[in-house]
């Protein structure tokens, strides 16, 4: 379900705040910053930015191309550009223990250890459908041979309408 844990950190104590520009990878984002309980950003359709003063740090969880699905129980597209809190996605109990663990830990790899030991627990027993089409998604990013939807709806052994409703 995961693709890769992140961690931003910054020290701009005396010193102006900077204004970030990011241009998302188009996938949902779980974000922690200094003891927060979690948020959950949608795939976002445009530049965004946020201002960073002070001292901080941020765990980020990249969720593979549809891998939040699952436990978003309902279509992605209903927080496209959108953000929610953690906590309605695991509820309260949950969002607080891992933003705690998060806070305390140490370092980025222990705050990435703390939301694995989180969602690995919340992992679906069985294979899911959107896996197939997070692997056909890492084939296309990785091979630059696929220049057409056709090429892809071969690779994947479907027509391009089949595809369509895929993705």
Do not use: C
């Not at 379900?1 to 910054?10: A, E, F, I, L, Q």
């Not at 102006?16 to 950003?41: C, E, I, K, M, R």
């Not at 806070?103 to 989180?118: F, L």
């Amino acid at each position: 379900m995961v693709d890769r844990y992140w961690v931003v950190s910054w020290d701009l104590r005396g010193l102006p705040s900077h204004t970030q520009h990011v241009f998302a990878h188009p996938v949902v984002n779980v974000t922690f910053q200094d003891g927060s309980p979690g948020l959950v950003t949608g795939v976002s359709t445009a530049l965004s930015a946020r201002t960073l003063s002070g001292a901080g740090r941020v765990l980020g969880i990249m969720f593979r191309p549809a891998g939040f699905r699952p436990l978003l129980g309902r279509p992605l597209s209903t927080i496209r550009d959108g953000e929610l809190p953690w906590s309605a996605v695991v509820g309260v109990r949950a969002a607080g223990d891992l933003a705690r663990a998060v806070a305390a830990a140490p370092d980025g790899e222990a705050m990435a250890a703390a939301a694995n030991a989180t969602l690995k627990h919340l992992v679906p027993a069985r294979p899911q459908a959107w896996e197939r089409t997070a692997a056909l998604v890492e084939r296309i990013a990785a091979d630059p041979a696929f220049l057409t939807v056709e090429d892809v709806a071969r690779e994947a052994g479907a027509t391009s309408r089949q595809l369509q409703r895929r993705f």
